[in-house]
């Protein structure tokens, strides 16, 4: 455990500097670089503690140089997602670990996003639209759009081997498992697309409609919405006298105010709803698909036991790698994670051939 939490700040570190490698804006990269310092701090500072050698653990991991591959290929935005949800989790951790030995939780174990915020304020190079910039930047991959991808293929694979060994326990793997296979795989993509694209559309409706009537109230009764502002920076721990005067500076500008009361007021982030319902309802029928196809392979060539029998080991090999790769945002033991897997979606087809089996024998 103490190596895996040296390894984790090494891995940071590289991670940090492969983001300011490919940072075209020099006043963000230098962020990312200050980033790296801060983490290679840590891992020597957890040496040291720990005694511990850092001269096995100097090169990063196998998942950060996955990382960085999926960066080089996709962009790097991929990896500052994947880097922010390591950061929670590792401020979790702490918090939990003092919570559990009934140690003072002081505050410093906030996850290390808000000392990119601190670095932001303190860096005077900084620009407000280079702060905002890098503030959408973060918002938009906050979702992880890696997690997106590994758990819609999850939910292709899962489903449809359970569908497809189902149905083999009732038929004994004759060509009809090929045709509800196929069909379920459809009907499941459609659904997942359909449902994408609705929660997308409802979210944007939702906030565009909210937006809407902030700004009903903000020509309607412009002191109220000052006021409110001043109270939502007094909240903060702004001085009163402060807030006022912010919030009556900002109110000069009808439209700069109604992106700070949509911000503040409603936690809303305008540039969340430039996301396309079409293009998220694409990639989560293509995901589905891609995964629920693994089980069906063996069935568009063979019929019987073999065909049952391949598309077990396929099916296995897909679960264990689709468990793997989970690890790239959770850090947790690759083998644990993708046998865990396994082990879950073969219980999850067991059950279904025990079904379809005696289903079948009930209906001969």
Known sequence: MKNKNIQTEIDACYLYRKLSENEKDEAVANIFRQMAEIEQGHAEAFARKESVSTEN?????????????????????YVLGALLD?????????????????????????????????ILDNEKKISGSQFAKFETRHRSVGGNAIRAAVLGGNDG??????????????????????????????????????????????SQELYENQMAIEMDELETNPEGEEKELALIYMAKGIPESQALTMANEIMKDKTH????????????????????????????????????????????????????????????????????????????????????????????????????????????
Not at 59 to 66: E, V
Request: aromatic share 10%; no cysteine.
């Open 57 to 77: 653990l100097i090169q990063p991991s196998w998942r950060a140089q996955t990382l960085n591959l999926i960066g080089k290929l996709f962009g790097y935005d």
């Open 86 to 118: 390591t950061e929670k989790s590792l401020s979790n951790s702490i918090i939990n670990a003092k919570e559990k030995n009934k140690m003072d939780i002081t505050g410093t174990e906030t996850n290390h996003v808000k000392i990119l915020w601190s």
């Open 157 to 202: 694979l899962l489903s449809i081997f359970s569908l497809v060994m189902g149905v083999s326990g009732a038929t004994g793997g004759n060509h009809s498992v090929l045709l509800a296979g196929i069909a379920g795989l459809l009907a499941g993509a459609m659904s997942m697309a359909l449902g994408e694209w609705i929660s997308v559309k409802s």
């Open 257 to 364: 105010a109604h992106g700070v009361l949509v911000k503040e007021e409603l936690g809303i982030n305008p540039e969340e709803l430039k996301g396309s319902a079409t293009e998220a309802a694409f990639y989560s029928f293509l995901l589905f698909t891609l995964g629920g196809i693994i089980p069906l392979i063996p069935f568009i060539f063979v019929r019987g036991i073999h065909a049952i029998i391949l598309s077990i080991l396929l099916s296995t090999i897909g679960l264990f790698l689709i468990g793997a790769a989970i690890t790239l945002f959770t850090g947790k033991n690759l083998w644990f994670s993708g046998f865990r897997m396994v082990v879950f979606g073969l219980m999850a087809a067991a059950i279904t051939y025990g079904i379809g089996d005696l289903i079948g024998l009930a209906i001969k």
